[in-house]
């Protein structure tokens, strides 16, 4: 058995530890914790892959095998958002653990300032548990003011041990899609909207982000409050 095959098993075997203890996580919990069932689900999709569900990697692939496979891009949004949405590229082709890149590009057709969030899955459903992203606008909410128009990047690969899965021997072609949705929460619009006003203004509850892509305006996000501060492009 030669080390390449060795590593690749023990991958394997990693990752099915992972995913049954992940199963015996949910059976546990199914007989309370009601209020769990949601974290749970999304952990177990996270996981396995269920339902077209990708993966998120920490780096990119390293890892380059010959099998070349289509990736489809695709981009709708819920009739509630008044934004267009759709890939800036119809699709591309790569290799198996070769690092690729897409854009979708995004525009506010409001007159106010939206928060918008992603869903996403790909197709088949069994390329999930492969399909790894290292970027993604789909991690965080985006802030679109009236009229801005973006391009959103997806940083991806697929993991090279889809070649020892006998189930994925059939797989040419990969659809990624995406679904934008309005946020419940428009917090983060209220501020940006505040900031191109001229309002300064805090305490509002968030993660990290920076908007406003052209003016001298820059908001900082706390872990528990956000802080507005007016920035002057060197």
Known sequence: MTDGTQISSHAGKNRNARTL???AVLIAGM??????????????CQVTGYGGTTQVAAQKSETVIDRVVKVQFDGTVNPALAWSFKPAQRSIRL???ENGLAFYRARNNSDETIVGTASFNVTPDKVGLYFNKVECFCFTEQVLKPGEEVDMPVSFFIDPEIADDPNLDDVTTIT?????FR???QSAGEVVAQANAGNLVGDVAGGTITVDRATN?????????ATVERKRKL
């Open 176 to 180: 990624l899609s995406y679904t934008f």
């Open 31 to 44: 007989g309370g914790l009601t209020y769990a069932s949601v974290p749970l689900y999304q952990l177990f």
């Open 95 to 97: 290799k198996v653990g």
């Open 183 to 185: 946020a419940e929460d």
């Open 217 to 225: 305006w820059g908001i900082v996000w706390g872990v528990a409050e």
């Open 21 to 23: 203890a992940v199963l």
